[in-house]
């Protein structure tokens, strides 16, 4: 028996040490942690237990008979942050280069099925190579088993995919059906093709940075949601992203206890947000003045910067918030921006979230590009996420809020519970000027004086169809308040829908746009 604990002890230290130390020095000399260092900075110390550690490959031709060590190339089990349980897989690029076989995908699976089971979210740690090429066909259906289990999971458990090596091929496919995206810049790179592929088949040359980095995937595809410069601080924002959420689509997220006042007066806001509609502010400043503590937490801070999404607390119960930046493109939505918020939306209303929507758009983004590239199909899907979503909704108009773009930005005609606005609203079907103009282009080109026919007449339209409680008056906002007040009434309106419930029609599932 002794020497049986003997020759356990030593595969288990094999595990722990890993291939060889050169191998170690390989990934550290890449500027990349190990998959059991990445362990320790993300789970609670001492609480992983680990799942199939000594599995191996079956495989055999190309050499890969005389190469069988323990693990295959991934690392899979559970353990808690914060005292909460969770499930996760990370690949040892040391081994294969991560690559994806049989066996390796395997392990996934059962760690995939055990997170659904046990209702707990997963957190994938990415660093390989793709499809194990020797073993074929039989990777590629590895990789099938992983996307049916993803999508599977989607809504049930909130899923978590950290890119820190390469994610090439069918691997990136995997991230793309999970919740959130995370990716440290230098190290971290997503692509379906990589560079020598796209060499050969059209001739350019492109890095692999250059094609699919961390930086292309935050700012310009909108694929990566949270980017970083070095694993640590990733790692430790993923620990503080699962702290906000539920572990499962049956239980709500986890309170905190705060002691920032529910009303507190927010008299900075009378100077944040100029009266002026034409006049820029940055709707951050807005957001830290109403929630906890002055703490948001933003979701794909540099793509689509135009709006702004975020996890945030109120009253200690976390909440999403939707809101327009003036800062970007005067707020106005556009494609990116709708899938943006679409995807936020969708997400929230899955995991059990209230929504927030801060309210200042000029309507959607008018150009030739925009229609060509399909704002009417994708500019839809933020319209269809509201409209399915049947968590708590809580809109806020601070200043305009025009045309198609107030409807879309959670109306009350859309379902909303409770709409509010500053005595800053505007909402109409365009701004003053532009309705002035349509509305009275005939007159106003005949006037003897055109400039101040048209001065008249977008006067009256503002005082007849765009004053302050216009809406109001029309039941279509519920009430006008002071702007100090913003953040009591929206925790007074949190708490009261907290109990809320309401049932879709029964259908297998909706057909979105796409």
Request: include cysteine.
């Amino acid at each position: 028996m002794r020497e049986r604990l003997g020759e356990l002890a030593a595969l288990q230290g094999e595990l722990l040490t890993g291939p060889d130390p050169a191998a170690t020095e390989r990934q550290h000399a890449r500027g990349k942690l190990t998959v059991r260092e990445r362990l320790a900075l993300l789970l609670d110390k001492g609480s992983f237990t680990e799942v199939e550690g000594l599995r191996r490959h079956r495989a055999t031709g190309f050499g890969l008979e005389a190469r069988k060590p323990h693990g295959d190339g991934v690392v899979t089990g559970w353990g808690t942050v914060d005292g909460r349980q969770v499930f996760v897989y990370g690949h040892d690029f040391r081994i294969f280069g991560g690559a994806l076989g049989e066996a390796h995908a395997q392990k996934i699976h059962k760690i995939m099925d055990l997170a659904e089971a046990a209702g707990a979210p997963l957190i994938a740690l990415s660093d390989g190579a793709g499809a194990r090429i020797q073993e074929g066909v039989t990777a590629l259906a590895g990789y099938g088993g992983i996307f049916t289990r993803n999508v599977r999971s989607s809504g049930v458990i909130p899923q978590i995919s950290v890119i820190l090596g390469p994610c090439a091929g069918g691997a990136a496919y995997s991230p793309a059906l999970t919740d959130f995206v995370f990716m440290v810049r230098g190290t971290a790179q997503m692509y379906i093709t990589g560079p020598d592929v796209v060499h050969a088949v059209t001739g350019e040359r492109v890095g692999h940075d250059e094609l699919g980095g961390a930086d292309v995937h935050s700012v310009r595809s909108g694929v990566s949601a949270f980017l970083y410069d070095d694993e640590e601080s990733c790692l430790q924002d993923v620990r503080h992203l699962l702290s906000m959420l539920p572990a499962n689509n049956r239980e709500l997220p986890p309170d905190a206890v705060s002691d920032d006042p529910a009303d507190r007066s927010g008299d900075a806001l009378l100077d944040l947000v100029p009266a002026d509609p034409q006049q820029v502010y940055d709707i951050r400043r807005v957001i830290e003045e109403v929630v906890d503590d002055g703490d948001l937490f933003e979701v794909h801070e540099l793509w689509a910067p135009n709006l702004v999404v975020a996890l945030a607390r109120l009253g200690g119960q976390v909440v999403g918030i939707v809101a327009n930046q003036p800062m970007a493109g005067a707020g106005a939505l556009d494609i990116a921006a709708s899938e943006k918020g679409a995807r936020f939306v969708q997400f929230c209303d899955s995991f059990n979230i209230p929504l927030v929507t801060l309210v200042d758009v000029p309507g959607f983004l008018p150009g030739t590009d925009q229609e060509h590239d399909g704002i009417i199909r994708r500019g839809a899907k933020l319209l269809y996420a509201y409209c399915n979503a049947t968590v708590p909704r809580v809109q806020v108009i601070l200043r305009k809020a025009y045309g198609g773009a107030y409807i879309v930005m959670d109306s009350r005609s859309i379902g909303c519970d409770l709409s509010f606005a500053w005595p800053t609203n505007e909402i109409a079907v365009m701004g003053a000027e532009g309705a002035a103009n349509v509305v009275f282009r005939r007159e106003i080109a005949a006037a003897d004086d055109p400039e101040r026919a048209r001065a008249r007449r977008v006067a009256e339209y503002r005082e007849e169809l765009m004053h302050p409680y216009y809406a109001a008056e029309r039941g279509l906002v519920d009430d006008v308040i002071d702007p100090r007040r913003t953040r009591e009434v929206l925790i007074r309106s949190l708490r009261m829908l907290r109990a809320k419930h309401a049932q879709l029609p029964e259908r297998k599932h909706g057909n979105q746009p796409v």
